[in-house]
């Protein structure tokens, strides 16, 4: 079964090809970020008008590199929502006159759990249960994920997930956007324990994340620097980073504490973090657990692949009558 998969949640224009769920037929993906370089931020409108311009050509694209044409179709996806309204518009109006047109189940599917099949891309169906750290510019949540439709929400950021932090981040130290791969970058040149950044919420047992006490530990910090050299800028880079993976590992630790599950995912933007990535794959290798990450780190950021592998499944194990017109925005953060 051949699912097609558009996302436009955010900045990117997305569409993929997946065979029965796994097997990438195709992932085309057009970014708005080089409108976004100037703001330091991703302008909503701007992003909006970007994905009305190309998504017709993203299809096209799509369907070309996976050597397909419509007849091949079996399903159609989409995510709609979270994101931005203007953007997701784009791409469930689209897909909903494409089904429409070519006489196709349309199954909507929630941005996160576009995320969570990530892992399955390249691979095999979920490993239920499985652990789930979702980390990227717009979400910060652990789930444990049960079966294809039963996921408890852990813990979530109670004010910006941490690749807005990292974004924010690398604003103040003057670097490109989007912040989390430059500070990445600069990290590796810089002493991790030149500075100490708090470890927020670590202390508190629930498993919730916040990021909003680095960043002002960052902005005083900066206050105090007479002089932002090349090699301070580059320990507070990793300093900082040091900071926010270690509050990740924190609370999935605690988390895999309450729920033993032998599978820990890892996905989202922020999982494209090699650091991350190292210090969660120690702790995993310590106690026994196998570690997913992304096999490809354009399956860590948004694309449509995981967009199509989530719809597969959704659609083959919900059964429920999926046709275009069922397909509203979703708002909330539910992710089924
Ligand atoms: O999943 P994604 O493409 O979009 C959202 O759904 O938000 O994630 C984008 C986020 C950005 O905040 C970006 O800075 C962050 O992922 N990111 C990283 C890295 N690569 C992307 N953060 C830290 N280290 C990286 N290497
Ligand atoms: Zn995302």
Redesign the pocket.
Known sequence: MITMGIET??D?TAVGIVKNGTEILSNTIQSSLILHKKTQGVVPEVAARDAFSKILSVVDTSLSEANCTWADIDIMACTNGPGLAGSLMVGIETARTLAYIYDKPLVPVQ?ISG?MYSNVLGRDIPRFPVLVLTV????NNLILWKNYFEFELLGETLDD????A??KV?KMLGLDF????E??KLAKKGNPKAFDFPRPMAQKSNLDFSYSGIKTAMVNQLRKIPELTDQVRADLAASFQEAVVESLLIKLKKAHKIHKTTTIYLS???S???R?QQIIKNYCDKIGVELYCPIQKIL???NGAMIASAGYFKYNHLKSDWNYKNTEMNLSHDLV
């Open positions: 949640s955010c990117e941005h995320h990227s510019g717009g979400h997930a941490s690749g807005e990292f974004d690398g989007p912040g989390g791969p500070i990445e989202g933007g922020v494209c973090n090699e991350l860590s950021t948004d």
